[in-house]
């Protein structure tokens, strides 16, 4: 869980104290997440307005379509994996994502009934995985933690695990 130095010269990228960014391999796997999801409907919105508008070939319209949706989908990917971090206190988890809108999550370990560990097949090959923090409670019920490095997670879990114990112990 060491924190990386900031890349020189570019000081909005470095996390803010005492919070821990995601690694560098998680990268990847929100590219695999956005790009498709945008690229695709990109290239049938240029087919379409291709052939409505008869300004270019509509053959022409679908690949422009598909690389500006290959373009803004790897430009939210990145932005997604820069701007999410996880912190773990004394008093429970947090997870941070966003930077224009910055959404910050707080589970209190008294909240805590139980946590999931999830590896997909890219995510195994990468040493990654997904922490799943199930709360007390029906509405967002669920906090979950993407593309941890596989030991920070375990590691989280055993940590939030022994202080659910602590806590029904008392």
Same mark, same amino acid.
């Given at each position: ?103 910050? @999550? +707080?589970?209190?370990?008294?909240? !805590?009934?139980? %946590? =999931? ?6 995510? /195994?090959? $990468? ?10 409670? @029906? +509405?967002?019920?669920?906090?979950? !933690?993407?593309? %941890? =490095? ?6 989280? /879990?055993? $940590? ?11």
């Amino acid at each position: 869980m060491n924190l990386p130095d900031p890349a020189p010269g570019n000081p909005t990228d470095a996390p803010p104290t005492g919070w821990q960014p995601l690694p560098p391999r998680s990268r990847t796997l929100f590219l695999v997440g956005s790009v498709p999801g945008l690229a695709l409907p990109a290239a049938a919105a240029g087919f379409l307005l291709a052939a409505t508008t008869g300004a270019v070939s509509p053959w022409l319209g679908a690949p422009l379509g598909l690389l500006v949706g290959v373009a803004f989908g790897t430009w939210v990917g990145l932005k997604q994996y820069r701007h999410t971090f996880w912190r773990l206190d004394d008093t429970g988890l947090a997870v941070r994502r966003g930077r224009l809108w910055q959404r910050e @999550t +707080r589970v209190p370990t008294t909240r !805590v009934q139980h %946590l =999931d560990l999830k590896r997909g097949p890219m995510q /195994r090959g $990468r040493n990654l995985a997904t922490l799943i923090v199930h709360t007390a409670g @029906t +509405r967002n019920s669920a906090v979950i !933690v993407p593309n %941890l =490095d596989a030991d920070d997670a375990e590691r989280l /879990r055993d $940590r939030l695990a022994r202080q659910i114990d602590h806590d029904d112990d008392a």
